[in-house]
Each structure stands twice: as structure tokens, then as C-alpha cells.
Nanobody, 125 residues
Framework: QVQLVESGGGLVQAGGSLRLSCAAS????????MGWYRQAPGKQRELVAV???????NYADSVKGRFTISRDNAKNTVYLQMNSLKPEDTAVYYC???????????????????WGQGTLVTVSS
């Protein structure tokens, strides 16, 4: 019903930058919060940043001042600009969205928590 497709991961040297994108598509009535999580090898998935539909943001302490989350509500897309990358930022990054589905084309349906497939970010030292 609803899909999140991420792009923008890759290999970068420490100190470099990457921009991740995540586009939501499908039977969408509205999207509340959208966010980015990451999971490094052998570690639990953790919140990186989240943004509400109104633009309020929240960041993990480890990325404050280096990462910026933003969204384009008209495109149902969330972005993560990552600057001053460190080797410890290496992880699979997952997009997450709280979506209200649409039924019969116009009516609000149920709420879903949707995850993307993940995109790998590798930061070399």
C-alpha cells in the first residue's frame, strides 16, 4: 500500500558529505513524522533524526550540528544532509514514516508505520 524508497548512500571519506533522500508513494492520505534511523554492524537500530509535518526536528546527540533533516511535503519526501562524516557514522540508514492511508481515493484510512529498505553509508578513515 505504501512504500518508502531511499537513495543517496555510498562510500565517502571522513570529513565528507552525503545527502540521503526518501520518497513515499502509494495510498497516502497524510504523513505525520518522518525520520531516519541507522543500524551499525552488531548494534541496535537507533534514531538519527526526525521531523514532524510542521517542521519540528529532533536529532540524536551524536549527529547534532553535523546532520540536517528536512522534508518536502508536496513530494512526500524526506532528506538527510550529512556533513563532517565520521567512521562511526557507518551504518545502514533506514527511512521511517507515520502514514495515514487513503481509501476510496479521498477518505482517511488507517495509520501505518512504514520502513524503507535501507541504504548503506560507509565512511572511511
Amino acid at each position: 500500500q505504501v512504500q518508502l524508497v531511499e537513495s543517496g548512500g555510498g562510500l565517502v571519506q571522513a570529513g565528507g558529505s552525503l545527502r540521503l533522500s526518501c520518497a513515499a508513494s502509494g495510498s497516502i492520505f497524510s504523513i505525520n513524522a518522518m525520520g531516519w534511523y541507522r543500524q551499525a554492524p552488531g548494534k541496535q537500530r537507533e534514531l538519527v533524526a526526525v521531523i514532524t509535518s510542521g517542521g519540528t526536528t529532533n536529532y540524536a546527540d551524536s549527529v547534532k550540528g553535523r546532520f540536517t533533516i528536512s522534508r518536502d511535503n508536496a513530494k512526500n519526501t524526506v532528506y538527510l544532509q550529512m556533513n563532517s562524516l565520521k567512521p562511526e557514522d557507518t551504518a545502514v540508514y533506514y527511512c521511517n514514516a507515520d502514514v495515514r492511508t487513503v481509501i476510496a481515493g479521498t477518505l482517511p484510512g488507517r495509520y501505518l508505520e512504514v520502513w524503507g529498505q535501507g541504504t548503506l553509508v560507509t565512511v572511511s578513515s
